[in-house]
Nanobody
Framework: QLQLVESGGGLVQPGGSLTLSCTASGFRLSTRHIGWFRQAPGKEREGVSYISTSGVITHYADSVKGRFTISRDNTKRTVYLQMNNLRPDDSAVYYC???????????????????WGQGTQVTVSS
């Protein structure tokens, strides 16, 4: 069974850091580009970051550039999202998703992603 599982979410104070993990099972992670998305209450799900199969190409939403870093370890079947200097408006459920389609400027098109994790909650609050 093909599956993506996110972990690492939690409660953190503003300015703090968290690292999310997205672990794949049932398929070779190295064959899929991975995106991170998030959805806050009452808002649409939005793209946060993207990493190509090799890890060479990455993309970030403007709102997280300079604060978030995406990386991957295909030997561990895991993609990471390092989140620094977190703000209250980063609070959301974070999802990872896999796509076979190489994403340039269209990396955040959600219909291109064929497998999704169940999400992990990130809450930034004092």
């Amino acid at each position: 069974q093909l599956q993506l599982v996110e972990s690492g979410g939690g409660l953190v104070q503003p300015g703090g850091s968290l690292t999310l993990s997205c672990t794949a099972s049932g398929f070779r992670l190295s064959t899929r580009h991975i995106g991170w998305f998030r959805q806050a209450p009452g808002k649409e799900r939005e793209g946060v970051s993207y990493i190509s199969t090799s890890g060479v190409i990455t993309h970030y939403a403007d709102s997280v550039k300079g604060r978030f870093t995406i990386s991957r370890d295909n030997t561990k079947r895991t993609v990471y999202l390092q989140m620094n200097n977190l703000r209250p408006d980063d609070s959301a459920v974070y999802y990872c998703a896999a796509t076979p389609r190489f994403g340039g400027s269209a990396w955040a098109v959600q219909s291109d992603y064929d497998y999704w994790g169940q999400g992990t909650q990130v809450t930034v609050s004092s």
